[in-house]
């Protein structure tokens, strides 16, 4: 049968051709350099649906560009990227809209809207972007908060918030969107270090209580290691090293990730 278009944007969509089902994202090859910097170097790697990824390596190695690539933020020089069955670059801007609606980020400094409240932060995509009605958008949002222990912070800008709880604030917006992908890109790294762990906690539960796909980049070992299903070493814009955590963190085979890990361990 001749496939339609617009198949590949409903729920039970089947895979676009040749990818294995229960794949969401998928980089085949791809490079990205920024000038004379090969930042990824012919990468590869796929994440199956419901699956937590944790991408560790040194600072520089490329992480954040594939989040950054996932999002559409950047653009790669070659190679492949295909999210849910969506081949990203080329694609149209209808379809780059609908893969962007599956994906939720979480970024280090928060970016939050300081002119609107809380509350307003949260509401603003699903009303913008998805259409919902006002109402349920609220509902939508006060939920979420009650979920990240911030129901009481409903009318207040984030400025007056202390990091751990703007970035609480960022997590619920990601998730109002009811993305499939939730990428998190060092999403502790600006925070005083007592706030550190309530952010943590907050996405391990989230991380065992929903089916969410997740794709981090963090420098927090022992979260990795809780979460993940598989880490991604990388090194110089290559993953030098892929496994369980368990794999990873005790008995790891690459002497560039034990070097890595005994600096941050
Ligand atoms: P990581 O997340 O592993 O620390 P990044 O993906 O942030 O690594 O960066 C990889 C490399 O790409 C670094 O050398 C960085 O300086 C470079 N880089 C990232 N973004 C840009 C940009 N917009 N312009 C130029 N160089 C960039």
Sequence with gaps: ??????????????????????????????????????????????????????????????????????????????????????????????????????????????????????????????VTVLGLPKDEAEARARELLEMVGLADKCDARPTRLSGGQQQRVAIARALAMRPQVLLLDEVTSALDPELVAGVLDLLRDIARSTDITMLCVTHEMSFARDISDQVLMFDEGRVIEAGSPEKIFNDPENDRTREFLSAVL
């Design 1 to 126: 049968p001749t496939e339609t278009p617009d198949t590949q944007h409903s729920p039970d969509a089947t895979p676009a051709a040749g990818l294995p089902p229960g794949e969401l994202i998928r980089l085949e090859q791809v490079t990205k350099r920024f000038g004379d910097n090969t930042v990824l170097d012919h990468l590869d790697f796929s994440v199956d649906a419901g699956k937590h990824v944790t991408l560790i390596g040194p600072s520089g190695s490329g992480k954040t560009t594939i989040l950054r690539l996932l999002m559409t933020l950047t653009k790669p020089d070659e190679g492949r990227i295909t999210v849910d069955g969506q081949q990203l670059f080329p694609a149209t801007e209808k379809e780059v809209r609908e893969v962007r609606k599956k994906i939720g980020m979480v970024f280090q400094q928060f970016n939050l809207f300081p002119n609107m409240t809380v509350l307003r932060n949260i509401m603003e995509a699903p």
